[in-house]
């Protein structure tokens, strides 16, 4: 999320309310997926101490429901994303279309049959940011190695 930050700092300022709703969904999506994995491991100590299975069962199904759930602000942060990134016409286009995968995905809350969707819109994401992040690389690149270099965007020049 700093990475974006930074990437998109000289951004206009009417895009400021865009690139927060991206940054907020982003740290959504982040914390969903691993509170749900939290919870889903408590069913598994239910069935070590011998409770009930029924109650491991629904407390083991959590995993997916929470990978259901992360899928609606992965949506949206994609979405934002791909708004603030019109330059890049590819990863605009595929993080458009991943974002309907994803949202796709997120109909496994109502329906088990989602569940491809859902996982494959996951592991597409992380090759989407691989992808979002090199580039953002690259362009970072020739502005590091500028003859004025990261100190230029630090300080504002004064004149006197």
Wanted: net charge positive.
């Amino acid at each position: 999320m700093g990475g974006i930050q930074f990437h998109l700092r000289n951004i206009n300022s009417s895009y400021k309310g865009i690139l927060s709703t991206a940054v907020f969904s982003g740290v959504a999506f982040i914390m969903i997926w691993p509170m749900g994995a939290v919870v889903s491991s408590v069913g598994l100590d239910i069935a070590a101490a011998g409770g009930d299975k029924v109650t491991a069962g629904v407390f083991d199904s959590i995993a997916p429901y929470s990978l259901g759930l992360s899928s609606v602000p992965r949506s949206v942060f994609l979405c934002t994303l791909c708004i603030l990134l019109p330059e890049n016409k590819w990863l605009s286009k595929t993080g458009f279309v991943l974002a309907l995968l994803s949202f796709a995905g997120s109909l496994v809350i109502a329906n088990g049959n989602f569940f491809i969707p859902c996982m494959l819109g996951n592991l597409l994401f992380l090759v989407w940011v691989f992808c979002c992040s090199f580039k953002m690389y690259r362009t970072q690149k020739v502005f590091f190695h500028s003859p004025r270099g990261y100190d230029s965007c630090l300080y504002e020049p004064t004149t006197r």
